[in-house]
């Protein structure tokens, strides 16, 4: 069965200051993770795909990376707009989206 | 706007009646999923569809749950006999098919379901 842990469940960071987000997972044949960002009240919003170790993808003041074991979600400099849940998902070969609980983060200015 | 568009946004139900929800996918996207999220859990997959087609279900509860996604007009996950434990918010989301291109799933708003 595939599995996500997200890890911390919560942090906090001044505005900034700059960390990362760790998703570890097990997974019979990834096809590819993905990280997506949820605002409260709405639907997770598509940031990052990652398809195999070693990729790196950047968009703004965010950057995932991919070991065969777990991902991390670095993010410099943060924003309080930054201030969302950040949730990790892996897809094996003919399945579906596994998701972890995700990361609340909450950028005070 | 050319996202995934579902509604109702919010739907109140007695225990007992019927929730229909309904989900538009993303301009160009072929394949439907929905998943279901609850306080302090993950998103869950319930099920994925094409039109006309159930690929997989294997995250619907047997029982008084169903989806389709005809033809014409939205995918439709449809709950007969609500009670409480089903009060949660019901995200819908879109990719294009096998072979089509990049696969990564976009979500639409949800509708939030309560069961009073």
């Known amino acids: 069965e595939d599995q996500v842990t997200q890890s911390p469940e919560a942090l906090r960071l001044q505005e900034g200051e700059s960390s990362s987000l760790n998703c570890s997972y097990t997974v019979s044949g990834l096809r590819g993770l993905f990280w997506y960002r949820q605002d409260p009240g709405k639907g997770p919003e598509f940031l990052f795909t990652l398809y195999s170790a070693g990729e790196e993808k950047e968009k703004e003041r965010l950057k995932a990376t991919l070991t065969k074991k777990e991902s991390f979600l670095h993010i410099t400099a943060p924003k309080p707009e930054d201030s969302a849940t950040y949730l990790c998902?892996?897809?094996?070969?003919?399945?579906?989206?596994?998701f972890g609980k995700g990361t609340m983060l909450l950028v005070s200015p | 706007n050319a996202g995934v568009m579902q509604n109702p946004r919010h739907l109140v139900r007695r225990r007992g009646q019927e929730a229909r929800l309904r989900c538009s996918p993303m301009?160009?996207?072929?394949?439907v999923y929905w998943y279901r999220q609850l306080p302090e859990e993950g998103l869950k997959f319930m099920v994925y569809?094409?039109?006309?087609?159930?690929?997989?279900e294997s995250g619907m509860p047997k029982e008084r749950f169903s989806a389709e996604f005809p033809k014409e007009g939205p995918s439709i996950l449809r709950i007969q006999q609500v009670v409480r434990g089903d009060s949660a918010a019901y995200f819908c989301?879109?990719?294009?098919?096998?072979?089509?291109?990049?696969?990564?799933?976009?979500f639409g708003p949800g509708t939030r379901l309560t069961v009073t």
């Open positions: 301009k160009g996207h072929s394949h």
């Open positions: 569809l094409q039109k006309e087609n159930i690929i997989d």
């Open positions: 989301a879109s990719s294009l098919g096998p072979g089509q291109g990049p696969y990564e799933q976009y």
């Open positions: 998902a892996v897809q094996a070969y003919y399945s579906t989206l596994t």
